[in-house]
Antibody, heavy 118, light 106 residues
Framework: QVTLTESGPALVRPTQTLTLTCTFS??????????VSWIRRPPGKALEWLAR???????YYSTSLKTRLTISKDILQNQVVLTMTNMDPVDTGTYFC??????????WGQGTLVTVSS | DIRVTQSPSSLSASVGDRVTITCRAS??????LHWYQHKPGQAPKLLIY???SLQSGVPSRFSGRGSGTDFTLTISSLQVEDVATYYC?????????FGQGTKVEI
């Protein structure tokens, strides 16, 4: 079955770089049409789509965050990595990875809570 | 970017009520609009994809309609377990975007 699991630091200091890893199973990111997105939810706020990487290595980013985000994939390890630079307390929230294509995000990880604080 | 605007931002209804949530896109998105249910501490769950297709395993009381810029999610008979925040999301063009959410309470 399809599973996705997010991992990364629970606490990040302001100005530091956050690195999150999404480890998945049950599908291959080399399959045509497959993609993985990162989404976050700050406390008390809405879901926010952050970035996506496609099977052909195309990458897409949130307009407001694109200068701070980098997404990459490791096909052999079945992982997608998201880095976000210059972290700020407003970046505190739960970060999710999800499998999906233009027909919706059909499988999600449970999310990982990231707190930005000095 | 395409903006998707949901209404209402919150609602309170009784068990058995019919509930409708609206999503409006800032430009036409064909049928590339999807609906999710999110409960605290859980992963969001895909309910409806491409406007009106029911995701496998989702109860039939959930339905979606619309195309172009205007879309609706309807819960035909609200149940206690439907208490959650609901989001629409467009995948017509990059970057993908979510609506601001509708909190449904009983």
């Amino acid at each position: 079955q399809v599973t996705l699991t997010e991992s990364g630091p629970a606490l990040v200091r302001p100005t530091q770089t956050l690195t999150l890893t999404c480890t998945f199973s049950g599908f291959s990111l080399s399959t045509t049409g497959m993609c993985v997105s990162w989404i976050r939810r700050p406390p008390g706020k809405a879901l926010e789509w952050l970035a996506r990487i496609d099977w052909d290595d195309d990458k897409y980013y949130s307009t407001s965050l694109k200068t701070r985000l980098t997404i990459s994939k490791d096909i052999l390890q079945n992982q997608v990595v998201l880095t976000m630079t210059n972290m700020d307390p407003v970046d505190t929230g739960t970060y999710f990875c999800a499998r999906g294509a233009s027909v919706g995000l059909d499988y999600w990880g449970q999310g990982t809570l990231v707190t930005v604080s000095s | 970017d395409i903006r998707v605007t949901q209404s209402p931002s919150s609602l309170s209804a009784s068990v058995g009520d019919r509930v409708t949530i609206t999503c409006r896109a800032s430009q036409t998105i064909s049928s590339y609009l999807h609906w999710y249910q999110h409960k605290p501490g859980q992963a969001p769950k895909l309910l409806i994809y491409v406007a009106s297709s029911l995701q496998s395993g989702v109860p039939s009381r959930f339905s979606g309609r619309g195309s172009g810029t205007d879309f609706t999610l309807t819960i035909s008979s609200l149940q206690v377990e439907d208490v959650a925040t609901y989001y629409c999301q467009q995948s017509y063009s990059n970057p993908w975007t979510f609506g601001q959410g509708t909190k449904v309470e009983i």
